[in-house]
């Protein structure tokens, strides 16, 4: 079985647990494979606790995995350990929605003023994903859409406004003219 192991936040690996042995990683040090539903400290990985720090022979060489005799580790660590700990890595995967394309086009087609404040917002959305700012990266994606959207509708909302407008000028104006014969 393979795992990845957590290093500065960013995901490394995958290591078989020979391979992890020599990285001489701490019970603390986050792992992951298709087993284990989220990062989870080595230590609470039976098979990584019994076999990299219970000093016990590779799973692989005895029968059933080694897990007959294997005492278990106690799942809650104290509180000096849970303290010292590295945090699951707080990186999320993808960079949030930038609404650039759709603030350029809400510029160009709806509303200038609105257009414009999307399309800065959109712009910060990228830059504070690139200085590692996930949560202002967060933020300035959520305000970028409101600015587009609003945008958007005021100007869908001016244009029905012109249309109506010209229906009614311009109807007054055929119905004036058939007055006036």
Same mark, same amino acid.
């Given at each position: 079985m393979t795992y990845h192991i957590a290093v500065n936040g960013a995901p490394q690996g995958p290591y078989t647990v020979d391979q992890l042995r020599g990285l001489n990683i701490t019970p603390s040090t986050l792992v992951w494979n298709? $087993?284990?539903?989220?990062?989870?400290?080595?230590? !609470? &990985?039976? !098979?990584? *606790? /019994?076999?990299?720090?219970?000093?016990?022979?590779?799973? $692989? /060489?005895?029968?059933?995995?080694?897990?007959?005799? *294997?005492?278990?580790?106690? $799942? &809650?660590p104290n509180q000096a350990q849970q303290s010292q700990q590295p945090q699951q890595p707080q990186e999320p995967i993808i960079c949030p929605k930038t609404w650039l394309l759709e603030s350029i086009l809400c510029t160009l087609f709806c509303c200038l003023p609105l257009g414009i404040v999307a399309i800065i917002k959109a712009c910060q959305v990228d830059s504070f994903w690139k200085a590692q700012q996930y949560q202002q990266a967060q933020q300035a994606s959520q305000e970028a859409g409101k600015w587009t959207k609003w945008g958007f509708f005021i100007g869908i909302g001016v244009y029905l406004l012109y249309v109506l407008f010209i229906l009614v000028a311009g109807g007054s104006g055929v119905f004036g003219s058939f007055g006036d014969l």
């Open positions: 298709n $087993s284990l539903t989220n990062w989870t400290p080595a230590g !609470e &990985v039976p !098979e990584l *606790a /019994t076999y990299l720090f219970g000093g016990a022979q590779a799973p $692989s /060489t005895l029968p059933n995995g080694g897990f007959q005799n *294997a005492q278990p580790i106690p $799942s &809650v």
